[in-house]
């Protein structure tokens, strides 16, 4: 399996966003670190070897990105408005860097980007593709929290559009509501220990309000929140959109 990786300057988060491909063809699958992991993260938990036979065949090419952002939003020590503008700047990088980089690197500038993400990654990933509707062919969000006002607050939630559940704030763009109108979102959790389901179906609901394609699964009490249940559900989402 090649592997290959890439590191990004991005202001004004203070440490560089790493970036790790595995595969050699395929569509380029975007993974957001789950809590402020680095690109490494689903390697170390067995996310690739679970979606190796993808990679292998050919049919998909993973991108794994630094959770940067999210870890000066989890960390405490910004202020409410430091850590939003850090998401902004991360949102706005993934359309100014890591697009960029992937059209390089699967030499084609057409080729749409499949965003995913587990817990807090999954809120990475919606954002991506709210924001870049253009480059982003749809968003694989996996128990994830999507409601990010106890981080920076309900006003800096509306008047800085970092949180997917109260996205948009302002009325988006028609152009830009009426391409994300032709993508579609998988959102699924587990109904096992750990886990919640009310966010996921919450966010499902904000997206259905504005026209926007849903799946959105609950998974039997058999599978509980984390790596052991992403592992198995992550392929069988991903595979359903090649």
């Not at 860097?97 to 980007?113: F, I, K, M, T, Y």
């Not at 106890?150 to 109260?166: D, G, K, N, T, Y």
């Not at 959790?189 to 394609?213: F, K, V």
């Not at 959105?216 to 592992?231: I, L, N, T, Y």
């Amino acid at each position: 399996m090649q592997k290959l990786s890439w590191s990004f300057s991005v202001a004004p988060l203070a440490a560089p966003v790493g970036v790790t491909r595995w595969g050699h063809f395929g569509t380029p699958v975007v993974l957001f670190a789950s809590a402020g992991g680095d690109s490494l993260e689903p390697e170390r938990l067995q996310l690739i070897q679970a979606l190796g036979p993808l990679i292998d065949s050919g049919r998909i090419k993973v991108y794994a990105i630094d959770g940067a952002a999210m870890r000066v939003l989890l960390a405490g020590t910004a202020t409410p408005a430091e850590r939003a503008r850090a998401l902004l700047a991360f949102d706005e990088w993934v359309a100014t860097g890591l697009a960029p980089q992937v059209h390089r690197d699967c030499h084609s500038d057409a080729l749409e980007l499949l965003a995913c993400g587990c817990a807090f990654g999954a809120a990475s990933a919606l954002q991506a593709l709210l924001r870049h509707p253009g480059l982003m062919r749809g968003a694989i969000g996996l128990s994830g929290t999507y409601d990010l006002r106890p981080w920076i607050s309900a006003e800096l939630a509306v008047a800085m559009p970092v949180s997917p559940l109260q996205w948009p704030g302002a009325p988006p763009p028609a152009e830009q509501l009426a391409r994300l109108r032709t993508r579609a979102v998988t959102l699924a959790c587990t109904a096992g220990d750990y886990e919640d389901p009310a966010p996921t179906q919450a966010m499902a609901a904000r997206l259905r309000e504005h026209g926007i394609s849903v799946n959105a699964q609950v998974w039997s009490p058999g599978f509980d929140f984390g790596f052991s249940s992403w592992r198995q559900m992550l392929p069988r989402f991903v595979s359903e959109w090649l």
